[in-house]
């Protein structure tokens, strides 16, 4: 069941939860209508409170309503503990609104109090209010007084514009006048600029003809200066010859003098000689010499005529002598300027000379080597094609070289990783060979104790015995095996010497040669045997028994034999009585022959 | 942006490793071509754009291992002139009997610290797969080899190179009786190689 409180207790959420032996869970729930409702959740309960969660509390009803069974026997079951709980929340009810009549009558009295004092408040600012109006007032009226001062001032300041206007109109119009003064000035200054510019453009042309002219008279003057100067040269010359003349002028003055003194004479003489002629041609004694006079007058008549043009020549000298002093004063001048020069020149020159001398040395070289020059010129240029050709072949050759892998060794060195196929394969390869070569030497060995060993050999054996054969013991045997060589060598010599002793005995005392042609026989030549063919002959049994054996010697003794062989079977005894018997016939013929 | 920059500029360090490559796939190319080893102990790789046969013999690999490595770092120092591949009879004889050689020409005047150098990595492949073509098709002229051989490898350098531990000097190797073909070059803008066989010419005898 639910129930619908009205408690005045605002919240949003589940704020008040009274829990009753600690079954039930009562919440408090805002609705949207603004109401509250409570909700009951049993804890341990498969019902899901959601439902009361509900909004629309109609829809929660209609759930409720179905779980109204369910309510009323939680209800049966706790219906005292419900009473009692509501008994005591009345009471609480009762306390909490004594205390909340009280709260509320001592707010009223604040109230009251409160409201009092507004009243008090609002009556002084009345009266505040009141007062500021009225100053208000009073600036309002000030303010309008200010107004229709502004209103004159207004007044007067559109008409002091307007005045302004009139005054700018008429500076307007000076000032456009003064423009339009200034244009056409400006107009005037750019024309006389323009002329101006032309003027100077004029002028920078004629500057300039002015100084190619110059150019050229400087030009001019420098081949006049060089004309002059070579005129000085030639002036120089014509000084020196001046000089010569002026030597010469002196000689010719000195030469005057003498012919003038001489001319006088003459004269002198001629007045003596015009006395003389008076005084002959008063005393004309002397008529034979008239001629010779009149010879000697024209001779000195002749001679002053003489002496009269060479005296007008001299004239024409002395003129000649004025004007190359002139020039002489003049070439002077130019000669002192001359000097200057002439030491540069002499600089000039020494330095001149001296290139000279060594061009023509120079000349002279080579001159001399001209002819042989063109040859080596040709040699040169025979050789350079030559070297061309040589230097392409060698290129060619140097390149086929690089391509076969040569290389210069003092700027290259040639690597290679030390375990390369190559070499592994030569190192793999003398090893096998090696250890073919010990195969070889080993099946050699094995080869050998098979053959000394013959049919006992087995592998076992073989094996054994090439372990012992190592190469040391095989030297240490093969030098005692020399050793005992040598050893058998000399038994053998030694053997040779006892055995040919023993037959020689054996012979001296027997009486008989024993040889030995083959094994096991025997040859017994007697010491006293008619010829070298009877023999006897012997063959020893294996049984180690001797036999003789049949001959023609020996069958020309059956008596001997059946004697001792065949009935005492006694070798030596037959052997000794052949011996006697044969002694005894050698001796009786000795003793014959010496008896005959 | 960082691979299209240098897809178009190389620096030493680059072009010593292309070029190095080039000559690990290159040999393997001869020794496959020339039949200096079965062709069993070689098997197929894509490189180039070309499939190219390179050794599975687990001995070779290893020297190549080390000595790629050396000359990568040779041609960064700017000291290798020639790299040769020396191809010998396996007999008692060593006779020589091809000369693969790859003339190396470096420009000195790049560091490994210099600006790179603008080549782009495609260009290189287009030289690098048109000499390795030309040697496959060589077979066509050079003669027959009919005895077992081998091979060495010799690097060119410059003399003044302290010579390591593992390495050690050799001579030339040069064919008597030889004659020389010219193949073709590529170059990365900074190592250009020439490539050039030389072999020996047969007795007519």
């Known amino acids: 069941m639910v129930r619908w409180h009205n408690l005045p207790i605002i919240s949003w959420e589940k704020n008040c939860a009274c829990r009753t032996n600690g079954v039930y869970e009562y919440s408090l729930y805002h609705a949207p209508n603004g109401t509250f409702f409570t909700e009951e959740i049993l804890e341990n309960s498969s019902v899901s409170y959601e439902y009361f969660k509900m909004d629309i509390p109609e829809e929660n009803t209609v759930v409720l309503n179905m779980m109204g069974e369910f309510n009323n026997f939680l209800l049966n079951k706790f219906e005292k503990s419900k009473q009692e709980q509501s008994e005591r929340m009345q009471l609480g009810e009762r306390l909490s609104d004594k205390s909340r009549i009280a709260r509320l009558e001592s707010e009223l009295e604040g109230l009251k109090r409160s409201s009092k004092r507004a009243r008090v408040e609002t009556e002084k600012e009345q009266s505040k209010e009141s007062e500021e109006k009225k100053q208000l007032e009073k600036q309002v009226e000030d303010l309008r007084s200010k107004i229709a001062l502004l209103v004159k001032r207004d007044e007067k300041i559109s008409e002091e514009l307007s005045l302004a206007k009139s005054s700018k109109d008429t500076l307007r119009k000076q000032y456009d006048d003064q423009i339009r003064d200034l244009k056409d000035k400006k107009l005037k200054v750019e024309t006389a600029l323009q002329d101006l510019q032309l003027s100077t453009r004029s002028h920078i042309s004629k500057l300039k003809n002015e100084i190619s002219r110059k150019d050229s008279e400087q030009s001019m003057l420098k081949t006049t200066l060089e004309q002059t100067k070579t005129q000085l040269h030639q002036q120089m010359r014509k000084a020196v010859e001046a000089g010569a003349n002026r030597r010469t002028l002196e000689e010719y003055k000195a030469e005057l003098y003498q012919i003038k003194q001489t001319n006088k004479e003459l004269l002198l003489q001629i007045e003596e000689n015009k006395d003389a002629v008076s005084l002959a041609k008063a005393v004309g004694n002397d008529v034979t010499r008239l001629p010779q006079l009149e010879e000697e007058n024209k001779r000195l008549t002749k001679e002053n005529e003489y002496l009269r043009a060479t005296n007008e020549n001299n004239y024409l000298l ?279 | 942006m960082a691979a299209t920059s240098s897809a178009n500029t190389i620096t030493l360090k680059g072009s010593a490793e292309i070029v190095a490559e080039f000559f690990y796939y290159g040999i393997n190319s001869i020794l496959y071509q020339r039949g200096i080893y079965p062709p069993e102990h070689f098997t197929m790789t894509k490189k180039y754009g070309l499939s190219i046969l390179v050794t599975t013999d687990e001995s070779l690999k290893s020297y190549f291992g080390s000595v790629v490595k050396q000359l990568e770092e040779w041609l960064t120092q700017k000291i290798v002139q020639k790299v040769v591949v020396v191809v010998s009879s396996a007999d008692n004889k060593e006779e020589v009997l091809e000369r693969w050689q790859f003339d190396v020409e470096t420009d000195q005047n790049v560091t490994v610290d210099s600006k790179p150098k603008e080549k782009s990595k495609s260009d290189i492949h287009k030289g690098i797969v048109s000499v390795i073509k030309q040697i496959t098709a060589t077979v066509t002229f050079l003669p027959l080899l009919e005895v077992p051989c081998t091979f060495n490898l010799l690097i060119y350098t410059d003399k003044d190179l302290e010579t390591p531990s593992s390495w050690e000097e050799s001579k030339p190797f040069l064919i008597g009786n030889s004659e020389e073909v010219k193949l073709r070059s590529f170059s990365t803008s900074i190592h250009k190689v020439e490539a050039m066989v030389s072999y020996k010419v047969q007795d007519d005898d």
């Not at chain 1, 290389?407 to 390369?420: G, I, Q, R, W």
């Not at chain 1, 095989?474 to 005692?480: A, F, G, Q, S, T």
């Not at chain 1, 004697?563 to 009585?577: E, N």
């Open chain 1, 318 to 596: 002395k003129e000649k002598v004025v004007g190359l002093e002139a020039k002489l004063s003049r070439t002077e001048n130019r000669l002192t300027e001359m000097a200057r020069l002439q030491v540069l020149n002499e600089e000039l020159e020494e330095k001149n000379a001296r290139s000279e001398a060594m061009i023509s040395k120079l000349t002279k070289d080579g001159s001399n080597h001209d002819s042989n020059l063109d040859e080596l010129k040709k040699k040169i240029k025979d050789l350079e094609e030559k070297n061309q050709e040589q230097n392409e072949i060698i290129q060619m050759y140097k390149d086929q070289k690089n391509m076969k892998g040569d290389f210069d060794p003092t700027k290259t060195k040639v690597l290679s990783f030390a375990f390369n196929p190559a070499a592994e394969l030569k190192k793999k390869k003398e090893e096998e060979e090696r250890k073919l070569q010990e195969e070889v030497e080993m099946l050699r060995e094995r080869v050998r104790i098979l053959e000394e060993m013959g049919n006992d050999a087995n592998t076992q054996e073989i094996k054994v015995q090439l372990e012992r054969r190592n190469s040391k013991e095989v030297d240490d045997l093969k030098k005692e095996l020399q050793a005992s060589e040598l050893r058998t060598q000399r038994l053998k010599e030694v053997f040779k010497r006892k055995i040919h002793d023993l037959r020689e005995a054996c012979y001296r005392l027997t009486g008989y040669l024993i040889n030995n042609p083959s094994d096991n026989q025997y040859n017994l030549i007697s010491m006293y045997a008619e010829q070298q063919s009877d023999m006897l002959l012997f063959r020893s049994t294996p049984e180690g028994e001797m036999q003789l054996l049949e001959n023609d010697f020996s069958s020309s003794l059956p008596d001997f034999i059946e004697a001792y062989l065949k009935q005492q079977d006694s070798i030596p005894a037959f052997l000794s009585s052949i011996t006697l018997d044969l002694f005894s016939k050698q001796t009786t013929m000795i003793m014959g022959e010496s008896q005959m």
